[in-house]
């Protein structure tokens, strides 16, 4: 992909809004902050995702993760390791950068001449309710 449309602080906005109040520990600034402070931080945001996108890099202070290991089941054996699942935390500004890629390149793959418009897997407004809809309209039973 070598054109990605420029970022806007209204999409910046808009993600940003939506985002959970709890901040991680991997967060260079608290959530509270970041949404209190908004129109600071929108500036910022879309010029650090505008930078990343043109130069093809994703920044190096974005790329740590804070890993929990959680217990999948109350009840199952806490020393078999076997029985955690690892949950990664990233910081808010991270999630930011990334969705906005991925809804960029989600629009990049659809309109793509072999994209499948069946394609239900990670499509929004799109499950396999929506392919077994399209299966038993297209090929009605008692056929």
Known sequence: MDFIPSITTDEVLKLLSSCSD??????FVPTSLLK???STFLELITILANLSFSQGQFPAAFKSAS????????GLDKSA?????PISNINNISKIIERLFLNRFQLFV???????SHQSAYRP???TETALLYTLD???LGR
Request: glycine share 0%; aromatic share 8%.
């Open 110 to 116: 659809m309109q793509l001449p072999n994209f499948n």
């Open 22 to 27: 709890k901040s991680s520990p991997m967060d």
């Open 36 to 38: 209190s402070c908004c």
């Open 81 to 85: 390791p076997a029985n955690y699942r």
């Open 138 to 140: 297209s090929f009605p």
């Open 125 to 127: 407004k799109h499950s």
């Open 67 to 74: 890993v929990t290991p959680l217990i999948k089941k109350p």
